[in-house]
């Protein structure tokens, strides 16, 4: 069965720092991969997908996030936090010729002043 | 291009009674998802209907059933509400077909069950 793992339930970065959210997958095929965020009372916002090519994808807000085919992970990343970044963050993944998409649990980031 | 529009933002129901949600998709969408998201559970999928066909089902009683219209448009019931029905209800709407269109999320319907 497929599945998402978002190991950390909380990520706290200071502004201005590096900051990644990790994100490994199982599947039995081939995945696409996508990250979405949620601020508070509003529905999930997609920043980005891994269809095929380029390892590294780059999305909304600055965010980007690597495919690592070896060790099935998605990790999303961004140079410099602010704290407007301060949200929910979602990892997700479908397989190929499939709509059904199946979401991580969920990382809460907190971007601190 | 407008986004994905749900009806009502809030609600407020008792124990027993019943209700409808409503999610108008992206103009062109075929494909529309609903979602439940609560604190404890987190997001959990309930269904996906494309060209009015359910096509992908969640595990969720059968208290819980949908249905899309020929223009899209898609509604959520939700019979003999319990207390833990409670939740934020995402509606979410792509072109479908493949796996590789990102999906298009309204704001969602705030259920609250007194």
């Known amino acids: 069965a497929q599945s998402v793992a978002q190991p950390e339930d909380q990520v706290n970065v200071a502004e201005g720092n590096p900051l990644t959210v990790k994100c490994t997958y199982s599947v039995s095929g081939n995945p696409y991969l996508f990250w979405y965020v949620q601020y508070p009372n509003r529905g999930l916002q997609f920043l980005l997908k891994?269809?095929?090519?380029?390892?590294l994808v780059k999305g909304s807000y600055g965010f980007e996030a690597e495919f690592n085919k070896s060790q099935t992970s998605f990790h999303l990343k961004k140079p410099s936090a602010l704290v407007s970044d301060s949200a929910l963050y979602f990892c997700?993944?479908?397989?190929?010729?499939?709509?059904?998409?199946?979401f991580g649990k969920g990382t809460r980031l907190h971007i601190l002043p | 291009k407008a986004g994905v529009t749900q009806t009502p933002r809030y609600l407020i129901k008792t124990r027993g009674q019943q209700v409808t949600l409503s999610c108008s998709p992206i103009s062109g969408h075929r494909s529309v998802s609903w979602y439940q998201q609560t604190p404890g559970q987190g997001l959990q999928f309930l269904f996906e209907y494309f060209s009015e066909t359910q096509r992908n089902k969640g595990n969720f009683p059968g208290r819980f059933s949908g249905r899309q219209f020929s223009n899209s448009r898609s509604e959520m019931n939700v019979s003999t509400l319990e207390l833990g029905d409670s939740a934020l209800y995402l509606c979410?709407?792509?072109?479908?077909?493949?796996?590789?269109?990102?999906?298009?999320f309204g704001d969602g319907t705030r259920l609250s069950i007194l």
């Open positions: 997700a993944v479908t397989l190929r010729g499939d709509d059904k998409i199946i």
């Open positions: 979410a709407s792509s072109l479908g077909g493949g796996g590789y269109q990102p999906q298009h």
């Open positions: 891994y269809i095929t090519g380029d390892n």
